[in-house]
């Protein structure tokens, strides 16, 4: 089992910019893919951004130019830059880890942190 431990979350204004983090456990962190979600109360969760094990990047075309997904092997934590906040923006922002070296359907998922961005 994986456990994955986000942070970075928090209260920030149109315009402003956040960091979040997600560390996971274990020693597949490298092999898998990291991606952020996003959820509202109502909705289904979307993805937000992606990174392959490679270091590959897809991004929901709500991100692309405002938001950059990047990962530290060494340190097993992936980071989602948040740049040019919208209000729209606030969500709970949940990390998946997935991958072919992970049994369970969909993989693991954190607990997630709040982003809200003020107008």
């Known amino acids: 089992q994986v456990q994955l431990v986000e942070s970075g979350g928090g209260l920030v204004q149109a315009g402003g910019s956040l960091r979040l983090s997600c560390t996971a456990s274990g ?3 490298s092999l898998s893919i990291m991606g952020w979600y996003r ?3 109502g909705k289904q969760r979307e993805l937000v951004a ?4 490679g270091g590959s990047t897809n991004y ?6 405002r938001f950059t997904i990047s990962r530290d092997n060494a340190k097993n934590t992936v980071y989602l830059q948040m740049n040019s906040l919208k209000p729209e923006d606030t969500a709970v922002y949940y990390c ?5 070296f ?7 998922w954190g607990q997630g942190t709040q982003v809200t961005v003020s107008s």
């Open 27 to 29: 020693s597949i962190f």
């Open 50 to 53: 992606a990174i392959s094990s």
């Open 102 to 108: 992970i049994a369970v359907s969909g993989g693991y």
């Open 60 to 65: 929901a075309d709500s991100a692309k130019g």
């Open 96 to 100: 998946n880890i997935r991958g072919a």
């Open 39 to 41: 959820q509202v109360p």
